[in-house]
C-alpha cells in the first residue's frame, strides 16, 4: 500500500499527465545518477553510458543540463521540480517519446504459440 500512497503524492503535486510525471522522475533519476557519475566519482565511462541513455530515451540534454546546473540540490525533488517545470513551459516536447505512449495499432493476439526450446542434438 505504500507504493499508491508515494504515487498519489507523486500525482497530486504534478499538474500534468501520469505520463509526464513518469517522464519528470525518470528525468530527476537521470540527473541524480549523472550527479554522481560526473561530480563525485569523476567515472567517465558511466558518465558517458548515462548520456547516451539520456539520448536514447530522446531526452533533451539541455534539460537535463539546466537541472545539472540549476544550483539545486539534484537529490532534493522539491528543488528540482520547480526549475524543471520553468523549462518545460518555454521548451514543448519536439515530438512525442515512444516509450511512454501506446502504439496506434495494436496488433492482436498471436496466431501461433511461441516456440519452444529446442533439444540439443549431438553431431554423428
Known amino acids: 500500500m505504500e507504493v499508491e500512497s508515494v504515487t498519489t503524492t507523486a500525482q497530486s ?10 517522464e519528470q522522475q525518470l528525468v530527476f533519476l537521470l540527473v541524480r545518477q549523472l550527479a554522481t557519475a560526473q561530480f563525485e566519482l569523476a567515472n567517465a565511462a558511466v558518465t558517458q553510458r548515462l548520456w547516451n ?4 530515451l530522446e531526452i ?4 537535463i543540463t539546466q537541472l545539472l546546473y540549476g544550483g539545486q540540490d539534484v537529490n532534493d525533488r522539491e528543488a ?3 526549475l524543471d517545470d520553468a523549462w ?4 514543448p516536447p519536439r515530438r512525442q517519446r ?8 495494436v496488433a492482436g493476439p498471436r496466431s501461433a504459440r511461441p516456440a519452444g ?3 540439443h542434438r549431438p553431431v554423428g
Open 53 to 56: 541513455e539520456v539520448n536514447a
Open 60 to 63: 533533451d540534454p539541455e534539460r
Open 13 to 22: 503535486t504534478f499538474d500534468g499527465s501520469f505520463a509526464e510525471c513518469k
Open 98 to 105: 515512444r516509450w511512454f505512449t501506446r502504439p496506434a495499432t
Open 88 to 91: 518545460r513551459t518555454h521548451h
Open 80 to 82: 528540482l521540480r520547480p
Open 117 to 119: 526450446l529446442r533439444a
